[in-house]
């Protein structure tokens, strides 16, 4: 009898749900809320660099390729450098995310901890460095300012998609935009997931919305809006996280 239930125990355990299933249940889930979240601070992040760091994205690295494309073939005098540099630096962010993923697999807290830390840490850093400089389009300086901000995505989305939240990448929305479509009630769908895609979708658009409003202000202002929100993104969802395990 003691042999069955501690097999019982144990298909239990097995049969738990994960943080990324408990996350894809409700939009309510502490998890769930910190990546819309940070869905909305990629909206503010990428309205800073397109419309004030000169046309590129240091998140939406498929629109950069595509903006790099662009620039190659002369058209809509688009920069080459800037989406060289976002590109790399995303791919060293993501790099090291993987690093960081590998290193501290199986202790979420503080995998998340500490990818939120260098997130926080290079937005920050690049909002003051944007407050004391001149940025001027072309130049070094806005481009150690993309540099950083792709950095900064670039650990982030390689951290995002190690806790495997389906349609909250935080980052890109094409995915998201087709399942919401192709799974809806009127495609033939069940619909189930509709609010977290909906409101990721919102969530980034009002971070656009909000973004390009602040660098009306200044460079400087928007991104330490971005670095504030998510450090308190952060800091409201360790705890919970912590209380969940």
Excluded: W
Aim: aromatic fraction near 4%; charged fraction near 10%; charge should be positive.
């Amino acid at each position: 009898m003691h042999g069955a239930f501690v097999s019982v125990g144990a298909m239990s355990t097995l049969q738990a749900p994960t943080r990324a299933e408990r996350a894809a249940q409700s939009i309510l889930d502490p998890l769930t809320r910190t990546l819309l979240a940070l869905t909305f601070t990629t909206g503010i992040v990428d309205g800073v660099s397109y419309l004030g760091l000169g046309r590129v994205f240091t998140a939406n690295m498929t629109g950069n390729v595509v903006l790099l494309g662009f620039g190659i073939a002369g058209s809509g005098g688009l920069p080459v450098l800037a989406p060289i540099v976002s590109l790399a630096a995303f791919l060293c962010g993501a790099g090291l995310g993987g690093r960081l993923a590998a290193r501290l697999a199986g202790r979420h807290n503080r995998h998340v901890a500490a990818a939120l830390a260098i997130e926080v840490v290079l937005i920050g850093a690049a909002a003051i460095f944007a407050a004391l400089v001149t940025v001027r389009v072309g130049g070094a300086s806005a481009v150690a300012v993309i540099a950083a901000l792709a950095l900064a995505m670039g650990t982030r989305t390689a951290t995002v998609r190690r806790i495997g939240v389906p349609d909250l990448s935080t980052v890109v929305l094409t995915l998201t935009l087709t399942a919401l479509a192709a799974e809806s009630r009127p495609a033939g769908g069940s619909g189930k997931g509709t609010t977290r895609r909906s409101t990721a979708v919102i969530s980034m658009l009002a971070g656009a919305v909000t973004g390009a409003l602040l660098v009306r202000t200044s460079v400087a202002l928007a991104l330490a809006v971005a670095a504030v929100f998510a450090l308190l993104a952060g800091l409201a969802y360790l705890p919970a996280a912590r209380a969940m395990r």
